[in-house]
Structure formats: structure tokens, C-alpha cells
């Protein structure tokens, strides 16, 4: 029976369909592995089902050149975590969990855009603290959604989920930007550079994170948004700049922000957790339990046809 390394808990029906076929070591530590580690497990396992921030990058197969792994399956759409390029020359194939995270993903957006569009958490936090004196006409007055231009960066799966919501719930105008053209964007949308997308009254980032993305949105794109433009992000931390966006933030060029990834994540600078306009989450993006079971299966799905020589269902 292979041996199976799932580096962090996932729900019990996962863990369950993988012992049944597989000889399953589950790390039961809900930080990332470090390079050490990921090595160790290239070295020790016959498969790996990482996640995001487990460093399987260069150092990592550096130190096994010739891993006993062949298969790295990972747990979610995102695999910047991974060297591709490095695992193939080692020998060591990808696998990712698309499709199943696009719906769940696309909500936080909306939940994002709404909380901090309508200053949701601002008035949540006053009435925790009891410092609600009741209602007025001017009190918490917010950016209204409906009919309003969202900005798309990046209209893949994810982001087409988002301006579909927004176009048909809200009634929003779309345009996008995108590194290649997109011919059917399903639904009325103009493709535009990114000045011009990061101009309307919501940007919504949903690029893959990695290399070509790194600080995408700097102080440069910033630059193009608003006063009273709001930024959501729920591709990959590191694809803003966050010291510019806190800049922008903390001079007024912008409205808000919306965020549920860090460039350093879990670290969350201070100056964001002290803004009222900056509404934060905790990565929930696809933290359903329907969904984090729906990925799940999907990475054993990928191990099992590994195991049985057939095609990769999701290779990268």
C-alpha cells in the first residue's frame, strides 16, 4: 500500500475515503511545512497531499534530487506554494482542486464588497461595544452597490463567478482585465488594461498567485483608483503590495479595502487591523464544510488515479 502524507487535518469523510486506500501518515499541525520539511516528506512518502503555504519550492527538491514522492496533490486551486517547474525535473507530478472552490470563493468576494461597501463590521464592532446610542439618518452612510462599475482583475473561473453575481444580483457594470483575451466572458463585460479596471467603483482581485503576479496591484495600479474606490482581494496575498495599499489607505486615495489574504500571512499588519474602512478575514474563502470535502475528494481522486496509472484528473 502507498505511503500518503496529508499535511494538515481536512474533514473526516476525506480522511476516511484516503485510509481506504492508502497507507495514510496525517500531520496533525495546522501551521505550513518549512523547506526541511517538505523535503523530509519527498524523501519518506509515496505521495504528499500538501496545502497552501507548505513549501514545496526549489530548496525543498534541492535537498532530495531524487524524491521517493511522485505526486504532489494539492489541496486547493492555488499552487504558488509549489514549484512546479522543480517537482517535473525531479520527476514528482501536480495535481490541483479547481471548480471546487470558484462558488465559495466568489460569496466571500460579494461578502467582502458588501461589508466593507455598506460598513458592515464598523457597525457590528459598535454595537459589540455597546456604544450604539440608536438610529439616525446620517449614521454609517456607505457606498451603495447596486449599479455600480466593478473592476475585474483576472476573469478566470473565480473572477467570472464574481462579476456574474455582481452583473445579474446587483446590476453592476463589468469590466476586466486580464493578461490574455477572453473571448466569451459570459456575461456583458469590456475587457480593458488594468488602469482602467482598477477605476471602477469596486476592484476585485482574482489572479493566480505566483511569480507574474507578485505586487500586481502597487502603488502604480493603486494610483488609478478612486476616492472612493474599494479594493477586495481574494487571490493570493502577495499579489498586492501591501505597504502601498496601506499607504493609499492611510492618505485617503482610496475608500477601503476588503481583504481575506495578507502578503505575509498569518501576519496582519497593524495599521489594517486599526482602519474602520478595512474590513479583514481570516482566509475564508473556501471554508464551507460542503466545499473543503469537495476538495478533499477531488485531491484523493487524484491520488487514487495515480495510484491505478490512469490519467491525472487535475494536473497542472
Known amino acids: ?17 484516503a485510509r481506504a486506500r492508502f497507507d495514510v501518515t496525517l500531520r496533525d499541525d495546522t501551521t505550513p511545512m518549512d523547506a526541511a520539511a517538505c523535503a523530509a516528506a519527498l524523501r519518506d512518502f509515496d505521495l504528499v497531499l500538501p496545502t497552501l503555504g507548505d513549501a514545496f519550492r526549489a530548496p525543498a527538491f534541492a535537498e532530495v534530487p531524487a524524491p521517493r514522492a511522485r505526486l504532489l496533490a494539492n489541496f486547493g486551486v492555488g499552487y504558488n ?26 460569496d466571500i468576494a460579494l461578502l467582502l464588497m458588501l461589508m466593507t461597501a455598506r460598513r458592515a463590521g464598523e457597525g457590528e464592532r459598535m454595537v459589540r461595544a455597546g456604544r450604539w446610542a440608536g438610529w439616525h439618518p446620517t449614521q454609517l452612510l456607505g457606498l451603495h452597490m447596486s449599479g455600480k462599475r466593478l473592476g475585474v482583475i483576472g476573469l478566470g473561473r473565480i ?68 476616492p472612493h474606490g474599494i479594493l477586495v482581494n481574494i487571490s493570493r496575498g502577495d499579489v498586492v503590495d501591501e505597504a502601498a495599499l496601506i499607504a493609499a489607505l492611510q492618505a485617503g486615495r482610496i475608500g477601503g479595502a476588503g481583504l481575506d489574504v495578507y502578503e505575509f500571512e498569518p501576519a496582519v499588519p497593524q495599521a489594517l487591523r486599526e482602519m474602520e474602512n478595512v474590513t479583514l478575514l481570516p482566509h475564508l474563502g473556501t471554508a464551507a464544510l460542503e466545499v473543503r470535502s469537495s476538495m478533499g475528494m477531488m485531491a484523493v481522486d487524484n491520488l487514487i488515479a495515480f495510484a491505478e496509472g490512469r490519467p491525472l484528473p487535475n494536473r497542472v
Not at 500500500?1 to 475515503?17: N, S
Not at 511569480?211 to 488609478?224: E, K, P, R
Request: hydrophobic share 50%; aromatic share 4%; with cysteine.
Open 159 to 226: 473572477g467570472k463567478a464574481i462579476a456574474w453575481r455582481c452583473h445579474y444580483g446587483f446590476g453592476m457594470e463589468v469590466v476586466f482585465h486580464n493578461r490574455s483575451a477572453v473571448a466569451d466572458p459570459g456575461l456583458p463585460a469590456r475587457q480593458v488594461d488594468l488602469a482602467e479596471a482598477m477605476g471602477a467603483d469596486i476592484v476585485a482581485v482574482a489572479v493566480p498567485g505566483g511569480a507574474a503576479t507578485h505586487h500586481l496591484i502597487d502603488a502604480g495600479a493603486l494610483a488609478a483608483m478612486q
Open 1 to 17: 500500500m502507498l505511503k500518503l502524507l496529508i499535511t494538515r487535518r481536512l474533514p473526516d469523510p476525506v480522511l476516511d475515503a
Open 81 to 106: 506554494h509549489i514549484d512546479v517547474k522543480a517537482a517535473r525535473a525531479a520527476g514528482v507530478e501536480v495535481t490541483n482542486t479547481p471548480g471546487a472552490v470558484t462558488d465559495a470563493t466568489a
